[in-house]
């Protein structure tokens, strides 16, 4: 089994910094990509960052140029920095781990992390 847990949200005001983490543990071989999406209230999820195993990142226009992703690899951690936050970054954070075992290889998602970013 495999597990993806976030950690790190909270409040914050605008202009503020958050940085969340996600680990993954279990069975795992190795891990290819990694991602973090959000979801505001009302709104379907969209994806923000993400890193590659060898360290190619990507982001959302949103929030390309405020936010850095980073990873270890050897402990199947990705981490995401939030810099210069806005009303509109307020959302629940999710991690997606693309894990390849012996047998399969699949995403998985973590519960979430909330984010509030106030006026």
């Known amino acids: 089994q495999v597990q993806v847990v976030e950690s790190g949200g909270g409040s914050v005001q605008a202009g503020g910094s958050l940085r969340l983490s996600c680990t993954a543990s279990?069975?795992?071989?190795?891990?290819?990509?990694m991602h973090w999406y959000r979801q505001a209230p009302g709104k379907q999820r969209e994806w923000v960052a993400l890193?590659?195993?060898?360290?190619?990142?990507n982001y959302a226009g949103s929030v390309k140029g405020r936010f850095t992703i980073s990873r270890d690899n050897a402990k199947n951690t990705v981490s995401l920095q939030m810099n210069s936050l806005k009303v509109e970054d307020t959302a629940v954070y999710y991690c997606?781990?693309?894990?390849?075992?012996?047998?399969?290889?699949?995403?998985?998602w973590g519960q979430g992390t909330q984010v509030t970013v106030s006026s």
């Open positions: 279990g069975s795992i071989d190795s891990i290819n990509i």
């Open positions: 890193i590659s195993s060898g360290g190619g990142k």
């Open positions: 997606n781990a693309h894990v390849i075992t012996s047998i399969f290889a699949r995403d998985y």
